[in-house]
């Protein structure tokens, strides 16, 4: 009988579909993302179902941390080890260990161990930032940790970056998605997206340190799923377009080492973070915990054949609903009752709120019978 793999689960908030070489990214650099993406299955439509910063998602009902934690418990009760690293998305109560950092309710570890850093007038250099924090106690569980072990490594774009990762990337030379806007308000987004393009660069080497604390252990038995909970918009808090924006909604998605799957592709099949769960636990041949939220993509890792989700609904804050086809995005709700609606084929960048026009009502219904 073949040995059960790990199961390594990189979560990140605050990161952006195409923010990875593999994405065809040119600027940014992340060459151990892109060795996950080439011997794995990249989706390219991935839909963040509840793209709040994870302090607000672990026990939110539709958020990413409830089926996860429900595939923790499933593989706890298969003789797993669990553990929790950073800003994870699994329940801290339900890990055999956890180091965790920003989580509502939980004590901040890594600010007891590097109050002095934190506060120092340049703030926290390599050694004692974040994500260097988060990335030591990622390397330690997987010299330690007794296999098989499921592992979530939570990591956030949030924090600015230490040097060099700072001044990695000239802001000059970003190029933004969105430049309608003043010469003043586009030099504030393009400096945002050179010190963002470093956090990417600074948690991309984490990853590479646990790829090869791995392999030096001899420990090559891994199913990888790297996902986003929340996108990145560079507008920050001047965003003035439509709420749960592309931006933030469509996120990083990759998943390999599992036997018999597709390697190095991509895959544009509509799909949502929250099933990573159910698609792991159907590859490992093990029963979910209770109830799931979640659709496997199993079949869709090994052929692209038919898209298992015609659509996504997403929830966001007070109130607001969206539902997501691979053309058409509808949302709905929040305090003022508002509406957008966007052919996102013909209209990308969401310019064009159709919810007035004479074609809103089919597609309306017609998205109304997906949910």
């Known amino acids: 009988m ?26 940014v650099r992340t060459p151990n993302l892109d060795a996950l993406a080439a011997h794995g299955l990249r989706f390219s439509q991935a839909i963040a179902s509840a793209p709040l910063r994870v302090s607000g998602q672990v026990n939110r009902p539709d958020g990413v941390g409830v089926p996860l934690t429900t595939m923790g418990l499933a593989l706890r009760a298969q003789d797993y080890m669990v553990g929790a690293v950073g800003t994870a998305v699994l329940d801290p109560a339900r890990c055999d260990l956890r180091t965790l950092t920003g989580l509502a309710g939980q004590p901040d ?38 296999e098989p072990f499921l592992l979530n490594v939570g990591f956030t774009t949030e924090t600015p970056p230490p040097e060099p990762w700072r001044s990695m990337y000239r802001s000059d030379q970003m190029v933004l998605e969105r430049a309608q806007a003043s010469p003043t308000t586009l030099a ?50 001047d965003h003035v377009g439509p709420p749960l924006a592309e931006s933030i909604l469509r996120v990083p ?11 190095g592709e991509h895959d544009p099949a509509l799909v949502s973070v929250n099933d ?14 209770g109830r799931l939220e979640s659709r496997s993509f199993y079949s869709q890792l090994r052929s692209s054949g038919k898209p ?17 086809t691979a053309r058409y995005k509808w949302v709905t709700g929040g305090a003022q009752e508002e509406e957008w609606l966007f052919d996102l084929q013909s209209d990308p960048l969401e310019r064009e709120n159709l919810v007035l026009t004479r074609q809103a009502i089919p597609i309306r219904k017609m998205l109304t019978g997906l949910v």
């Open 276 to 289: 990573v769960a159910a698609t792991v636990l159907e590859a490992l041949g093990i029963p979910p915990q």
């Open 308 to 324: 298992h989700r015609k659509a996504v609904v997403i929830h966001g804050d007070g109130g607001l609903i969206a539902v997501r």
């Open 188 to 237: 504030i987004h393009r400096r945002r997206l050179a010190q963002h393009y470093g956090s990417i660069g600074l948690l991309d080497r984490q990853i590479g340190r646990m790829m090869a604390t791995l392999t030096a252990r001899g420990r090559t038995n891994n199913v990888f799923v790297v996902a986003g909970t929340r996108g990145f918009d560079v507008a920050g808090p």
């Open 253 to 263: 998605l990759m998943l390999g080492g599992l036997l018999g799957q597709r390697r």
């Open 2 to 27: 073949m040995a059960r793999p790990n199961v390594i689960l990189i979560t990140i908030d605050g990161m952006g579909r195409n923010d990875l070489g593999a994405a065809g990214n040119a600027m």
């Open 109 to 146: 570890a890594y600010q007891e161990e590097n109050a002095s850093h934190i506060h120092s007038t340049d703030g926290p250099d390599e050694a004692h930032h974040v994500t260097s924090w988060i990335g030591n106690q990622a390397v330690r569980f997987c010299q330690g940790a007794d």
